[in-house]
């Protein structure tokens, strides 16, 4: 289920292969030969994205995440409006539609559409699957399903070096990566929907149906007994259940627009860092394939570490300490020769690894500051805006052809504004979530 993020690895997999021995070039005027030792395909390859081209190289990606940008945004309106699970599935239907058509483009404007549709359909299992673990757990387990969900990243990323290694063609390559969302969508019939939105959407008898089943798995049974519809009627948390809430409610308020100001910076540095260092994979002249691995590698103990602090410390202190630690990283990386790849290789792993810690606190900080009426479409909105850092990300390391440090420096500055922002948000560390945008007021 979880292997379709490979989809995304993939664009900044590919997108890498690119002149990493450092050696000039010339215009060529007979066309081009490829060295296929290592990929028998490639975007590049296939199109000669290279040399004067390469900038288009780099467009692929912005493409693929210009799409998810703009889909987090859309996906994250429909799940408040129509539910999370139907949301969901439209999801997957379009993402498996539009990834094996991108497979199968032999023209590179077909493909830039396809890989534009895919992204946008994507963004929907990203940022749906977190709201719905969240919502329905407790306080003290908040943390655990919000790691344990974003494992599948981690792992996805593990498996994409080994996925490649045999797979080296980019479209079978892709269609290897699509092809376990029809396992997501025959697994999507056991995904419950969630309470929460159902109560404040008038439909308590799902709501009472969904909560029977997880006392029945949980063995508190004798819970629901009193636990009426009747009674979750009475307990609807809308003030006006005819309300229907829109993208204008998260700048409505004092409190509101706050927090869609700050979240949106936290999430813009967060991601644009995190891809700037992804995008920069083949920058340590190691091999791609192991270098990748290690990144993977090292996101499973940065997540570890991530689960057993963030009670103890907090949300916020972890949350800036992370990417401002990421930053340094990069900052430091860039004043180091470029000869000395294993300094670098080093340091660029353990940005990773920072990097992918403040990526997972900042997904579940993040819906545990949004109230639940407006849960989905705040975690849409910084979704977009996160998403609007990883389509700059390859824009910016564009600036390279300017001064070689440049893209670091900037990645770097990013990450200091977003742990800032930090700073100025309220700790959720076991606090009860917030129901309503009036909730948002008083705390």
């Known amino acids: 289920m979880v292997l379709c993020i490979l989809l995304g690895n993939i664009h900044t997999f590919h997108t890498n292969i690119k002149n990493i021995t450092g050696r000039p070039t010339v215009p060529c005027q007979n066309g081009w030969v490829y060295d296929n030792a290592t990929f028998k395909s490639t975007l590049a390859t296939d199109w000669d994205l290279v040399c004067d081209n390469r900038r288009v190289n780099r467009a692929t990606a912005t493409i693929f995440f210009v799409g998810v940008m703009l889909g987090a945004a859309v996906f994250g309106y429909l799940s408040d409006r129509y539910g999370r699970k139907s949301t969901l ?22 493909f830039a559409v396809m890989r534009f549709l895919t992204g946008f359909a994507i963004s929907g299992v990203n940022i749906i699957a977190l709201v719905l673990g969240i919502e329905w757990v407790d306080i003290k387990h908040r943390p655990a399903v919000g790691i344990f969900i974003s494992m599948d990243w981690s792992v996805c990323t593990l498996l994409l070096p080994v996925a490649a290694y045999f797979v080296n063609d980019w479209r079978y390559l892709t269609i290897t990566a699509t092809a376990p969302l029809f396992l997501a969508m025959l697994s999507w019939w056991w995904v419950p929907e969630s309470a929460r939105w159902l109560i404040n959407n008038g439909k308590v008898n799902n709501a009472h149906l969904y909560l029977s089943k997880c006392a029945k798995v949980n ?10 519809p009747e009674v979750l009627s009475k307990a609807k948390l809308l003030a006006n259940e005819n309300r229907k809430y829109s993208y204008l409610d998260l700048v409505k308020t004092p409190a509101m627009r706050r927090l869609t100001l ?5 999430w813009f540095g967060v991601a644009c860092t995190y891809y700037g260092i992804s995008l920069n994979v083949a920058g340590f002249g190691v ?17 570890n570490f991530v689960f057993f602090v963030l009670n103890k410390i907090g949300r916020r202190l972890n949350q800036a300490g992370t990417i401002v630690l990421t930053g340094l990283c990069i900052i430091c990386n860039m004043l180091v020769p470029q000869d000395m790849t294993l300094i670098r290789t080093a340091i660029g792993t353990l ?12 997904s579940l900080y993040t819906a545990e500051l949004y109230p639940t009426v407006m849960r989905q479409s705040g975690m849409g ?3 977009f805006m996160a998403l609007t850092g990883v389509s700059v990300s390859p824009l910016i390391m564009v600036l390279e052809e300017v001064w070689l440090p440049l893209p670091s420096l900037v990645f770097s500055l990013l990450a200091f504004a977003a742990g800032l922002s930090v700073c100025l948000l309220s700790e959720t560390s076991n606090v009860s979530l917030p129901e309503t945008i009036e909730d948002m007021e008083f705390r």
């Open 351 to 362: 940005g990773k690894m920072f990097s992918e810690a403040s990526f997972v606190i900042v």
């Open 287 to 303: 091999n791609i394939y192991l270098t990748q691995f290690i990144y993977g590698t090292i996101e499973i103990p940065a997540k």
């Open 89 to 110: 599935l439209v999801s997957y239907i379009f993402t498996t539609i539009f990834g094996f058509a991108s497979a199968f483009s032999y023209h590179f404007a077909v």
């Open 219 to 228: 063995r508190r049974e004798q819970f629901m007994a009193d636990l009426k």
């Open 262 to 266: 700050l979240t949106g910076v936290l």
């Open 381 to 383: 909105y910084s979704s």
